[in-house]
Nanobody
């Protein structure tokens, strides 16, 4: 059974940093795509970053480029999202997700989801 467990959220002041982790288990191969999404109250879930399972290419939505960094450590079966330069508008529940196949930030195409971790940025 595939399982993703997200952690690392918290309360931080504007300009601060957090590192989110996504511990994965149950995958038969490690070439799955990792995506990070977030959902703020009253808003749709937004795909903010993804990392290819094959060549480790990455992509980011414009609002987080230069501030957030996605990565993974296959030896630890863990993916990360480093959040730097946090802004109040980054406040949301953050989710990690995984899929095989093409890499993108389309939530409906992801098969496996973690439970979400709250990030709150005080201004």
């Amino acid at each position: 059974e595939v399982q993703l467990v997200a952690s690392g959220g918290g309360l931080v002041q504007a300009g601060g940093s957090l590192r989110l982790s996504c511990a994965a288990s149950g995958f038969t191969t490690d070439d799955y795509v990792i995506g990070w999404f977030r959902q703020a109250p009253g808003k749709e879930r937004e795909g903010i970053s993804c990392l290819s399972g094959s060549d480790r290419s990455t992509a980011y939505t414009d609002s987080v480029k230069g501030r957030f960094t996605i990565s993974r450590d296959n030896a630890k079966n863990t993916a990360y999202l480093q959040l730097n330069g946090l802004k109040h508008e980054d406040t949301a529940v953050y989710y990690c997700a995984a899929k095989y196949g093409s890499w993108n930030r389309v939530a409906s195409e992801y098969d496996y989801w973690g439970q979400g971790t709250q990030v709150t940025v005080s201004s």
